[in-house]
C-alpha cells in the first residue's frame, strides 16, 4: 500500500508549485482579489503548466495587480465581442464574459463566497459548492453543468477552501473541507487507477465522485489533500 502521508508531507509545499497558477493567486492578500485571480487561474488552467503560469501572470499584469479593483473598474468592458486570442481557445470576448460574472456577483453579494452559501440556499442543496458555483460564472470554458469532471473548478474550490495555508489559500472558511471534490486531471486519473483508487473509465463526474469517496476512506476531514499525494506519486513517476 502506499504511503500516501509520507507524499503529502513533502509534496503540499509551494517549492513544487513556484510556476503554477496558484502561485499568481498567492500573490493576492485580500479575500476579493484572491477570489477573482483564484477564478481567472483556475479558468486559464489548460495545457502545459509553464505556459499557464505565464499567462496568469499576463492576466495578473492586466488587472494591475488588483483583481476586484478591476472587475469592478469595468475596464474589461472593451473587450466585448474582440475576437483577439487570449489564450489556447479563449478570446479576449471569453475574458469579458467571465469578468461580467464576477461584476454581477460583486454588485450583490461582498464576497463569492457569500454568494455561493445563498446560491446553496436558493437551489435547495447543502454543501455542495460546485453547482452553485457553475450557477454564478457563465463564459466559455466554465462548464454548463456537474456530468463533467469540472476539473479546473474543483481546483479552484480546493484553492479558496482548503485550510493549512500551506498551497492552498483556505480564505473561505464558512465552506467545510469535507465537501471538497478531487479535481481529475490526466496524472491524477493514472495514479488513482494504478493505486486502486479509481475503477471507472470515463473521466466524468462520477469517476469524480469515486476517487473523492476512496480519499474521504483516507482522510475523512480533508480528503482534497490527497490530490498533493496523487501528484506527487505521479511528479516522482515522472522524473
Given at each position: 500500500m502506499c504511503n500516501w502521508d509520507k507524499f503529502i508531507a513533502e509534496y503540499n509545499d509551494m517549492r513544487y508549485f513556484a510556476t503554477d497558477p496558484v502561485a499568481v493567486v498567492r500573490r493576492c492578500t485580500t479575500q476579493c482579489d484572491i477570489?477573482?485571480?483564484g477564478v481567472v487561474c483556475s479558468w486559464l488552467a489548460l495545457g502545459n503548466r509553464n505556459q499557464i503560469f505565464k499567462k496568469c501572470c499576463m492576466a495578473y499584469d492586466l488587472m494591475s495587480g488588483r483583481p476586484y479593483?478591476?472587475?469592478?473598474?469595468?475596464?474589461w468592458r472593451e473587450y466585448k465581442d474582440s475576437d483577439?486570442?487570449?489564450?489556447?481557445?479563449?478570446?479576449?470576448r471569453d475574458f469579458y464574459d467571465l469578468m461580467q460574472s464576477l461584476y454581477n456577483?460583486?454588485?450583490?453579494?461582498?464576497?463569492?463566497?457569500?454568494?455561493?452559501?445563498v446560491r446553496n440556499e436558493e437551489l435547495?442543496?447543502?454543501?455542495?459548492?460546485?453547482?452553485?458555483?457553475?450557477?454564478?460564472?457563465?463564459?466559455?470554458?466554465?462548464?454548463?453543468?456537474?456530468k463533467s469532471a469540472?476539473?479546473?473548478?474543483?481546483?479552484?474550490?480546493?484553492?479558496?477552501?482548503?485550510?493549512?495555508g500551506i498551497v492552498d489559500l483556505g480564505v473561505w472558511t464558512r465552506l467545510s473541507p469535507v465537501y471538497l471534490l478531487i479535481p481529475l486531471d490526466v496524472h491524477v486519473n493514472r495514479v488513482a487507477r494504478e493505486h486502486g483508487l479509481l475503477a471507472r473509465t470515463s473521466a466524468d463526474m462520477r469517476a469524480v465522485q469515486e476517487l473523492t469517496n476512496k480519499c474521504k476512506e483516507l482522510y475523512p476531514d480533508d480528503p482534497g489533500i490527497m490530490d498533493f499525494a496523487l501528484f506527487g506519486v505521479g511528479y516522482n513517476s515522472e522524473r
Open positions: 477570489e477573482v485571480m479593483d478591476y472587475v469592478m473598474s469595468e475596464q483577439v486570442n487570449f489564450y489556447r481557445m479563449f478570446f479576449y456577483v460583486y454588485q450583490q453579494y461582498d464576497t463569492l463566497e457569500e454568494a455561493i452559501i435547495g442543496i447543502r454543501n455542495e459548492y460546485l453547482s452553485a458555483l457553475i450557477s454564478l460564472l457563465h463564459a466559455n470554458g466554465i462548464p454548463c453543468n456537474t469540472c476539473k479546473r473548478l474543483c481546483l479552484f474550490l480546493r484553492w479558496m477552501v482548503r485550510r493549512d
